[in-house]
Each structure stands twice: as structure tokens, then as C-alpha cells.
């Protein structure tokens, strides 16, 4: 199985990309792993909130098959536990699953279209995090999730 991770916009902070970074190595060593930055949408005034997702959108479709496993993170989803996420990794795995994509939407989260493309939307929390933070809690949460499925000493109950 290969999963990329896809989110929109590019991250400012020199620290959350480092972070990011040590986690998709760790990942690596379990999992063929590709993370995908989607450039941000150059805005104007004349740019509403509906334009920018749909324009993201357009950009976010584009790359995905229709053979794709796609998983929204969006707040407003069912939320997994650590070892449910584990369970449905190894579920994906063991149905043979090619591509399981997940997506990180921008500031304002996703147009319509994404979302009727989506196999599964979950939430990692029911707070509110930028969607350049949240690039660190998925990883963190996708490397404890391997460490869970081979017994690895990492989590704790």
C-alpha cells in the first residue's frame, strides 16, 4: 500500500517543517510514504471564501485516481482513537488497498466536490487547528498507528 498525504499551502515556520520532516522519515521505515504540498491559491479581493475551496478543489482532484482511497481530515468527522486509526490502517492494508490518500484542506476546508469524492472523512480532534499544525499531529498519529499494528513499545493505553 502507498500513502500520500496531500495538504494545501506550503508551512511558513522553518520548525514545523523540520518536525514534519522527522516524522515522514519514521513513517518511511514502516510504509511507502509521499507527502504533497498543493500550492496556495494566489487571491484577490474579488476572491470569497467559495472560490478559493473551489479553485483548491480543482487543484486537489486533479491529483487523485479514481481507483484512490481518499480520507479527508476535517473537524467535523468521526473521530478515531489512536488504536481505531491503527485498525483501519491495517484494514486498508489487508483489503490490498493501492493508494490511501489522505488530504488536508486549506483555512477554509474543502468545496463540495471534494468532499462527494471522499471514501471517509475523520476528525482528529473536534478543536480547531491551522492546517499547518495539523500536518505534525496526523504524522505523529500515522507513525503511532504503525508502532501499534507491529507492537512497537511508542503508545502507551
Known amino acids: ?29 514502516y510504509i511507502n510514504f509521499e507527502f504533497k504540498i498543493i500550492k496556495d491559491i494566489k487571491t ?4 470569497n471564501e467559495s472560490i478559493q475551496k473551489k479553485l483548491e478543489g480543482e487543484k486537489i482532484l486533479s491529483e487523485l485516481s479514481s481507483s484512490d482511497f ?5 473537524e467535523k468527522a468521526k473521530e478515531f482513537t489512536s488504536r481505531e486509526f491503527a485498525s483501519f490502517l491495517e ?3 489487508n483489503m490490498s488497498t493501492k493508494n490511501l490518500i489522505f488530504v488536508i484542506g486549506g483555512a ?14 475523520f476528525s482528529l480532534s473536534q478543536m480547531t487547528f491551522s492546517h ?26
Open 1 to 29: 500500500m502507498n500513502i500520500l498525504l496531500i495538504a494545501v499551502g506550503k508551512t511558513d515556520l522553518n520548525s514545523i517543517s523540520h518536525l514534519c520532516d522527522d516524522y515522514f522519515k519514521r513513517i518511511k521505515r
Open 44 to 47: 484577490t479581493a474579488k476572491t
Open 70 to 74: 481518499v480520507v479527508l481530515l476535517d
Open 91 to 93: 484494514k486498508q492494508m
Open 108 to 121: 477554509y476546508g474543502f468545496s463540495q466536490e471534494v468532499y462527494d469524492r471522499a471514501n471517509l472523512k
Open 132 to 157: 499547518q499544525i495539523i500536518r505534525i499531529i496526523f504524522a505523529e498519529q500515522l507513525y503511532r498507528a504503525f508502532t501499534i499494528i507491529n507492537n512497537e513499545p511508542y503508545h502507551h493505553d
